[in-house]
């Protein structure tokens, strides 16, 4: 039978049709978000309202990556003047503020460290000190990411990480030539079953009986058993050895004030929206509440791992009274042999050292707080002339003039690798601005101006006083009980959205609220800007368990079960934290004057 109108195709099918949606998801964000919520400004037609316009649409657009996060962070210097908010001259001043160049000098010096490898040597000293025992080699795993992770970025330590920890676990599975001595010894136990007897097993073949093919089928099962038990204690280690070390990445970077996007959002916003706050959150001051929390969340972290992955035999994770197998000289050998590899350190790797440690001292005496810190000394003014971006444009400033190599005149013998006298023309320096270029994450400095600019903006409309207002019956309800259920909500946002775009949203409201409810500020700040960091449950929240997540061990199902535990930990942690020591740190008991005061 022909067709009539053989033109026309059938209509597409509901599965084509949700497909076809899928494909213009974005498109179809980027075109309703903004109809969607156009009655904001155009119906209320308030300042605030215009505000909380700008705001959500890029809350939207940084929750769904629609655009790139740094490109959603320009969103308020085109919107603002516009609105007739800020002008556009004042908007632009929020994208490099004094936490800016924190961020950036910091990585600068992060990259620095990176470039010359000096990351893994340390890493590798360590797992040759810790040995490889597997509680003992995942601790090892643990405290060097973490420790890592304070100076430089979480992703590139998951990224030097993760090979060597599989290189490891290679040798330490490798243990296929265990199989017949599993087998021999069974089978002589079954020869030895009957000491009258030679030769058992020949004599029942002989005479085709059925208890010796029970026996050998007795030997098979027992053997396979063996097999799938050894099998899947191997995959348990697997998925163990390389959570571990994307959970490291995101508690060590709690520990410093540079380690983490969020801590530099809350250092901006503090500034930005209490401007008399006396520089209250410092280097120091933040390493020291942070650094026991993170010390208390690693050490329960390894707790909950070694009890779902690896149990608690001593004999067998800890190597109590056990005997070293070829197994672990092996992977001993292993990192030995990447250690060898690096050869001596150069001069260029002791330059780099020198000034990281010079970076760090100077971050911790500018202002302890305690005492008068070098700045206040030297200066002899309480003006806040010198601040720990200062130090950091200081130290990577050196990066750029210090030569990688020791000049000829300074060093005769070989210990250093000096400069051939033939080889005439300048001397590499520690750094150079290509490296730079290609590995400093750029986009970072927007998200953070990005942040300050939204902040400026919900002060001058008046949108942060209004929602201050809105959460004044809070204050029936305990400020610890506050703390805790949004430290919960911040912990679940952050497993969907980037830890900066989260801070960045909340950080500012919660400022207000505090104001409002009449509670110290750092006191629901402190919680939740760490809470933004605990990115533990999916391999899409954060890029560490995304590159963990590429290498195979691990299921969706298995991070998601591990990690909300990990969730749980960290918000107990924090709650103890900000209790305990950090009441008697910050004064949280009281209310402080500066609170009272906004930025102009």
Partial sequence: MVRAFPAFAPLPSRMTFLKFLRSVKNELILFFTPLAFLPLPLVIGTA???????????????????????ITALLPALLFPLFGIMESKDVCMQYLKDTNLLFVGGLMVAVAVEHWNLHKRIALRVLLFVGVRPALLMLGFMGV??????????????AMMVPIVQAVLEQLNDNEAEIPQILSSEEQQVQTSDPDSKQPLQTEKQSEGQQGSVVVTFLDTAVEAAKRKEAAEKKRMCKGMTLCVCYAASIGGTATLTGTGPNLVLKGQMSQLFPENGDVINFASWFGFAFPNMILMLTLAWLWLQFVFMGFNFKKTWGCGAVKTEK?????????????????????????????????VMWFSRDPGFVDGWATTIFNSEAEYVTDATVAIFIAILLFVLPSKAPSFCCRSHSFDTVPPQAAGPT????????????????????LGGGFALAKGSEVSGLSKWLGDQMAPLQSIPPWAIAIILCLLIATFTECTSNVATATLFLPVLASMSQSIGINPLYVMVPCTLSASFAFMLPVATPPNAIVFSYGYLKVADMARTGIVMNIIGILCITLAINTWGKAMFELDSFPVWANATGV
């Fill in 48 to 70: 605030e309202a215009e505000c909380a316009y700008v705001i959500i649409m890029m809350a939207v657009f940084w929750c769904t990556e629609v655009l790139p996060l740094a």
């Fill in 145 to 158: 990411t973490a420790f890592l992770s304070m100076w430089i970025s979480n992703t590139a330590t998951t």
């Fill in 328 to 360: 672990d000289i092996a992977a001993y050998n292993v990192i030995r042999e990447q250690h060898r590899l690096l050869g001596p350190m150069t001069f260029g790797e002791i330059s780099v050292l020198g000034l990281f440690t010079l970076l760090v």
């Fill in 428 to 447: 590499p320096r520690l750094l150079t601005w290509k490296v730079v270029q290609k590995k400093l994450p750029w986009g970072i400095v927007l998200l």
